[in-house]
């Protein structure tokens, strides 16, 4: 109560002043908080999910829009991932996949990995020394991945795009794991979709991809 007092005189030394101006502020004010960060990208419904699983295993799309298209969709790849996937990243026997910085190798699924050998065969008919394995026709006389909006123009057959996948899968990994966790298999550094938690999951099917695609 003595400390209460001293500062109730206090205010009133200063408030006695000539030169002060008091500012008062109302306690019962609202609080405005402030951005909060969170998942704000577009991911696909089950509908959408089952139609492009679809479209992707009949064996009639082109090889590289059928791989790409389910690295990202299950396995959560980005297009920068997929577009420098090597030759050497690939290892037959485990059948796994390095993509970039992960940590560890991606174990595809079976849907993923029997759309693997399409895109070797690819390789093969363009004759090329690049050593990356989604080859063009650009690219095929160079020592370059193919090019950033490659697969985006791929993908407009399918009426989707490389970032939609792979946020799909995203969406549905982090709400049913710990964020921090996926973050660290996929060697993100700022994961902006902790805060999130998506309602709609992802639906894969006979052909389910692993629970945790790193």
Same mark, same amino acid.
């Given at each position: 109560?003595?400390?209460?007092? $001293?500062?109730?005189?206090? +205010?009133?030394?200063?408030?006695?002043?000539? @030169?002060?101006?008091?500012?008062?502020?109302? %306690?019962?004010?609202?609080?405005?908080?402030?951005?909060?960060?969170? $998942?704000?990208?577009? $991911?696909?419904?089950?509908?959408?999910?089952?139609?492009?699983?679809?479209?992707?295993?009949?064996?009639?799309?082109? %090889?590289?829009?059928?791989?790409?298209?389910?690295?990202?969709?299950?396995?959560?790849?980005?297009?920068?991932?997929?577009? /420098?996937?090597?030759?050497?990243?690939?290892?037959?026997?485990?059948?796994?996949? @390095?993509?970039?910085?992960?940590? $560890?190798?991606?174990?595809?699924?079976?849907?993923?990995?029997?759309?693997? %050998?399409?895109?070797?065969?690819?390789?093969?008919?363009?004759?090329?020394?690049?050593?990356?394995?989604?080859?063009?026709?650009?690219?095929?006389?160079? @020592?370059?991945?193919?090019? @950033?909006?490659?697969?985006?123009?791929?993908?407009?057959?399918?009426?989707?795009?490389?970032?939609?996948?792979?946020?799909?899968?995203?969406?549905?990994?982090? /709400?049913?794991?710990?964020?921090?966790?996926?973050?660290?298999? =996929?060697?993100?550094?700022?994961?902006? =979709?902790?805060? /999130?938690?998506? /309602?709609?999951? +992802?639906?894969?099917?006979?052909?389910?991809?692993?629970?945790?695609?790193?």
């Amino acid at each position: 109560m003595d400390q209460y007092a $001293f500062a109730v005189s206090g +205010i009133a030394d200063i408030a006695s002043g000539d @030169s002060v101006c008091m500012a008062t502020v109302d %306690p019962a004010r609202p609080l405005r908080l402030g951005a909060q960060p969170g $998942f704000t990208g577009v $991911f696909l419904g089950p509908a959408a999910q089952r139609a492009l699983l679809q479209r992707w295993t009949d064996g009639q799309t082109h %090889p590289h829009e059928r791989l790409g298209g389910l690295l990202a969709l299950l396995h959560a790849a980005s297009n920068l991932k997929i577009r /420098t996937l090597t030759l050497d990243d690939i290892d037959h026997q485990r059948q796994t996949v @390095s993509l970039g910085k992960r940590p $560890f190798p991606t174990p595809l699924d079976p849907t993923a990995w029997t759309a693997l %050998p399409a895109c070797l065969l690819h390789r093969q008919t363009l004759s090329t020394p690049n050593t990356y394995l989604i080859v063009t026709a650009v690219t095929r006389t160079r @020592s370059t991945p193919a090019d @950033s909006t490659y697969r985006t123009r791929h993908l407009v057959r399918a009426a989707t795009t490389p970032s939609t996948c792979r946020q799909t899968r995203i969406a549905q990994l982090v /709400t049913d794991l710990d964020p921090k966790l996926a973050a660290a298999a =996929w060697a993100c550094r700022t994961p902006a =979709w902790c805060a /999130t938690s998506p /309602t709609t999951p +992802i639906t894969t099917g006979s052909n389910a991809a692993p629970a945790c695609s790193r």
